[in-house]
């Protein structure tokens, strides 16, 4: 397959992890069936093979994909309590809320990875526990250990409130979630802070 091949193929496979990203943030994914993932990538289905096993191989590598991007985002902020805050607030932003295809994978797809495979909940896993470890790191540099649990439980308030306030009808009461759910997260954050 010369150079032209590997590049051309790899460049593919990008395009379809990350077209595949927003699709099945945007529509789940038991909505979101390989043919309409393929077109959203501009391929064929026949063309899907080629790159991935299975759609459990093509979820499990996209989850992997966003988390890491969610990290990589994290990286980009100040090494302490700021850098924390300002993603906290980031997080449940409207903006974010308004968003589903371009935000976190954890509040659009948690339900769902919990009735997938093992594939896919170790690469969720595997990626969640990354950004764990990285924000528990800033909270207790001496034992970022023993704040990993606290750690999930901040990163657990966030989603759920994300998703909560995605699901109500009502505008004003989905922007009381998010501007509650931001002082609960700060109050958790500085709860697993050591004294």
Excluded: W
């Excluded at 207790?140 to 750690?151: E, F, I, N």
Aim: glycine content about 10%; charged content about 30%.
């Amino acid at each position: 397959m010369g150079r032209y091949g590997k590049e051309h193929k790899e460049a593919t496979r990008r395009r379809i992890i990350e077209t595949s990203g927003r699709r099945l943030k945007q529509d789940g994914i038991d909505g979101s069936g390989v043919a309409a993932l393929m077109k959203d990538a501009g391929l064929t289905n026949g063309a899907f093979y080629g790159h991935f096993a299975s759609k459990d191989d093509l979820v499990a590598t996209v989850v992997a994909e966003q988390l890491t991007g969610q990290r990589a985002d994290l990286d980009e902020r100040a090494p302490d309590r700021a850098g924390i805050e300002q993603f906290i607030r980031d997080y449940l932003a409207p903006r974010h809320r308004d968003a589903p295809e371009r935000g976190c994978p954890s509040a659009a797809l948690l339900d769902e990875i919990g009735r997938c495979g093992d594939t896919v909940k170790q690469a969720y896993t595997d990626g969640l526990m990354r950004i764990v470890d990285d924000i528990a790191a800033r909270i207790a540099p001496d034992d970022p250990g023993s704040a990993r649990v606290k750690t999930l439980t901040i990163f657990a308030a966030l989603v759920g409130t994300l998703q909560l306030a995605r699901a109500v009808a009502d505008q004003q009461l989905s922007d009381a979630l998010l501007e509650q759910g931001i002082r609960d997260a700060l109050a958790l954050l500085d709860s697993a802070a050591p004294n």
